[in-house]
Nanobody, 119 residues
Framework: QVQLVESGGGLVQPGGSLRLSCAAS????????MAWYRQAPGKERELVARINSGGSTTYADSVKGRFTISRDNAKNTVYLQMDSLKPEDTAVYYC?????????????WGQGTQVTVSS
């Protein structure tokens, strides 16, 4: 089993910044990709950013140029630096990790952290 612990959410004014962290622990063999999703009230969960084991990244169009995903493989931790935040970025942000367990790809989710952008 792999456990994910998220931190860094909170309340910030428009134009401000936040940094989310997600640390994976437990019986870790090899982590494939790490990602952040978000879900706003009344909306479906959507991909924000993903980073694979080689460091290649993918971003939602709505956050390109404002958010940066990174990972520390030694610490099994993924980060999401969020700059120039907008009210429409308000959502619960979830960490998502794909773990290579032999031939099986196991998918894990964090508990979610609230990000509120408001003046």
């Amino acid at each position: 089993q792999v456990q994910l612990v998220e931190s860094g959410g909170g309340l910030v004014q428009p134009g401000g910044s936040l940094r989310l962290s997600c640390a994976a622990s437990g019986s870790i063999f090899s982590i494939n990709y790490m990602a952040w999703y978000r879900q706003a009230p009344g909306k479906e969960r959507e991909l924000v950013a993903r980073i694979n084991s080689g460091g290649s990244t993918t971003y939602a169009d709505s956050v390109k140029g404002r958010f940066t995903i990174s990972r520390d493989n030694a610490k099994n931790t993924v980060y999401l630096q969020m700059d120039s935040l907008k009210p429409e970025d308000t959502a619960v942000y979830y960490c998502n990790v794909a773990h290579n367990h032999g031939l099986v790809l196991q998918i894990y989710w964090g508990q979610g952290t609230q990000v509120t952008v408001s003046s």
